[in-house]
């Protein structure tokens, strides 16, 4: 049996910068209530958000604008022309165009991302500080200091891996059903619970015409970035940050498992440190997935954060 939602979405599309974001809606806005907006990390969609919705609060959920859109190459957003590879800067430029429609007039919003979306908030804060009241970060960890010298061999594979999606070579894996789907995700994060998982798998993927399931995302997503990651710039721009930050994060310490001591989670926490207003939170019994593991938990600790004092 699938989840049937609490709180159902609405369904929109907008065309920004060229592009149609495709956003899902809950709640209305009421006059001075600040809009939640929640982005997604890599590889996942807006609608991933679901099951942490559902468990907010009446009081708190359905007095205010709440939206969670699929970046651009995910979910239901669409580009006018193919694209072979994706860049940070887009993202903040599609936020600042999404925040323009939805709070016009600079009014402020509170802004919640996860993964890869932690790391766009951060940076869009710092850029854009007077655009944010309150600001969550759910495992927007960054990536492992750069060093000057990387950079021919990167720009080098980068041009390889261009090469390899042009014939082809770079693809992203297909399901025959969307039970396959589900049982990939449950793979993935063993704590996501069946129903979660076979409502999540219909909202991640879809049959294509010859009848194989294929997540909703690009391929060229997979493309590794031209750009090294800059610690310094990292850094100027948390410190540029002028709302209030909470960083959550999940128990199992998702930075050991991915980088194996190349970058730490206590290295992570020495760059917080150049953020103005900072507090941090651990959340029990949770992997990097924690709007999937413990949604009720999370929906707790953002509506103390989040609820006007």
């Known amino acids: 049996m699938s989840y049937v939602p609490h709180r159902p979405a609405r369904s929109e599309s907008l065309p ?4 149609h974001v495709h956003v899902n809606c809950w709640g209305r806005p009421q006059p001075g209530s600040t809009p939640l907006v929640l982005v997604h990390g890599w590889m996942d969609v807006g609608a991933s958000y679901q099951f942490m919705v559902d468990a907010l609060s009446a009081e708190f959920a359905d007095q205010r604008l709440i939206i969670a859109p699929d970046w651009r190459g995910f979910g239901d957003t669409t580009l006018a022309a193919p694209c072979d590879h994706y860049v940070l800067a887009d993202y903040l430029g599609d936020l600042d165009a999404l925040l323009d429609h939805y709070a016009p ?13 932690g790391n766009v908030v951060m940076q869009y804060a710092g850029a854009r500080p007077a ?27 980068w041009l390889d891996e261009l090469q390899q999606l042009r014939r082809g070579e770079i693809s992203l894996k297909t399901y025959p059903d969307a039970d396959a789907v589900a049982q990939r995700l449950m793979k993935t994060n063993p704590r996501l619970p069946a129903d ?97 593991d413990q949604p009720e938990r999370l929906a707790a600790a953002l509506q103390d954060f989040l609820s006007p004092p």
């Open 196 to 292: 979660k998982a076979a409502w999540l798998a219909r909202q991640w993927a879809r049959p294509g015409a010859d009848g194989q399931w294929r997540i909703l995302g690009d391929a060229a997503h997979k493309i590794v970035n031209p750009s090294l990651f800059r610690v310094d710039e990292m850094l100027a721009l948390y410190a540029a940050i002028t709302a209030p930050v909470l960083v959550i994060e999940g128990s199992d310490d998702s930075l050991s498992q991915w980088w194996k001591g190349r970058y730490t989670l206590a290295e992570f926490h020495q760059r917080l440190q150049a953020v103005p207003d900072l507090r941090r939170q651990q959340l029990p019994d949770s992997g990097h997935m924690l709007h999937h």
């Open 16 to 19: 920004l910068r060229q592009i």
């Open 105 to 117: 007039n600079g009014q402020p919003v509170d802004l919640v991302g996860h993964s890869m979306g």
């Open 131 to 157: 655009r944010i009241r309150r600001l969550v970060n759910l495992e927007g960890f960054g990536m492992p200091a750069s060093r000057p010298t990387q950079a021919p061999r990167r720009l080098a594979q």
